[in-house]
């Protein structure tokens, strides 16, 4: 902001924001992280530096380089190796990101029933949670194979956004 508050504005912004911290939830718990990154001892003028876009999904992606690896198997060029020693390595990689996303993500199946197994879907189905494929035409009820089930996050329990930037997806190792 460019200019500087008056007293009067000053005072008329707290009482707007009086009444907007007690009736709105959201700005109410935007004012108290703003008030928690102050108190985290930042130097005079300073804003806490934005994450940016798609941290969360950075995150993701180094927990799954961290526990299993993922990054330098799918970067690795597979020229020059046997079917056996991509295999063995791809066990690993799997049982890796299979205990990364156990830790921080409890999956479900969209629909329950066992794949092949014949399925009705309803009118009002969410096409988010259905893809209908094959030959599609007329207007639900629909009939046909569940080819998969799909997954849903039933739980989600993510660590925090870590304090370094999160582009970094894993560090470089330097051994001495």
Not at 40 to 61: C, F, N, T, V, Y
Not at 130 to 136: A, E, F, K, Q
């Amino acid at each position: 902001m460019d200019e500087t508050l008056t007293p009067l504005q000053r005072l008329f912004l707290a009482f707007v924001a009086f009444f907007a911290v007690l009736f709105n939830r959201r700005f109410a718990e935007e004012v108290h992280a703003l008030r928690a990154r102050e108190r985290a001892a930042l130097p005079p003028g300073a804003a806490a530096p934005k994450p940016p876009d798609h941290a969360e999904s950075l995150q993701i992606i180094a927990l799954l380089q961290r526990d299993g690896r993922l990054l330098d198997f799918l970067e690795e060029s597979l020229e020059g190796f046997s079917d056996s020693e991509i295999g063995a390595a791809a066990r690993t990689v799997h049982a890796g990101c299979k205990k990364a996303l156990g830790a921080y993500l409890q999956l479900e199946p969209v629909l329950h029933e066992p794949e092949g197994a014949s399925v009705t879907i309803a009118s009002g189905f969410d096409p988010a949670a259905v893809r209908l494929t094959g030959n599609v035409v007329g207007q639900p009820p629909f009939k046909g194979a569940l080819r998969h089930h799909g997954w849903r996050a039933a739980r989600t329990s993510f660590p925090p956004l870590p304090a370094h930037d999160p582009r970094i997806l894993a560090p470089a190792e330097v051994e001495l």
